[in-house]
């Protein structure tokens, strides 16, 4: 079983920037693809994954050109950058692990069923 912990949210203006960090509880972590959801009132919904080397990074299209994940396998830490905050970013956002027998692809990304475990979330307010 893997942990996971999210933190770096906090309340920003719109137009700046944050950036959150998911600390994975092993070392097999740096055989999985990871991933940011949030969630506002409503569905959670997928924000960008990342393969297990960092080589293939996927996007929702809200997020794209504004938030780049990046990982640092050899400190089981993945990171999520967001610039240009909007209002409408505001939401819980919540890393997840994905699951180690499928194959992670632009579909299988933005599917909350792909992934096995999940962060507790950490809180992020854009105000305008």
């Known amino acids: 079983q893997v942990q996971v912990v999210e933190s770096g949210g906090g309340l920003v203006q719109a137009g700046g920037s944050l950036r959150l960090s998911c600390v994975a509880s092993?070392?097999?972590?740096?055989?999985?693809?990871m991933a940011w959801f949030r969630q506002a009132p409503g569905e959670r919904e997928f924000v960008s994954a990342i393969?297990?080397?960092?080589?293939?990074?996927y996007y929702g299209d809200s997020v794209k050109g504004r938030f780049t994940m990046t990982r640092e396998n050899n400190e089981n830490t993945m990171y999520l950058q967001m610039n240009n905050l909007r209002p409408e970013d505001t939401a819980d956002y919540y890393c997840?692990?994905?699951?180690?027998?499928?194959?992670?692809?632009?579909?299988?990304?933005?599917?909350?069923?792909?992934?096995?475990?999940w962060g507790q979330g950490t809180q992020v307010t854009v105000s305008s």
């Open positions: 092993t070392r097999t972590y740096t055989t999985y693809g």
């Open positions: 997840a692990v994905h699951r180690p027998t499928l194959p992670l692809t632009d579909w299988s990304a933005a599917q909350r069923s792909s992934y096995d475990y």
């Open positions: 393969s297990w080397n960092g080589g293939d990074t």
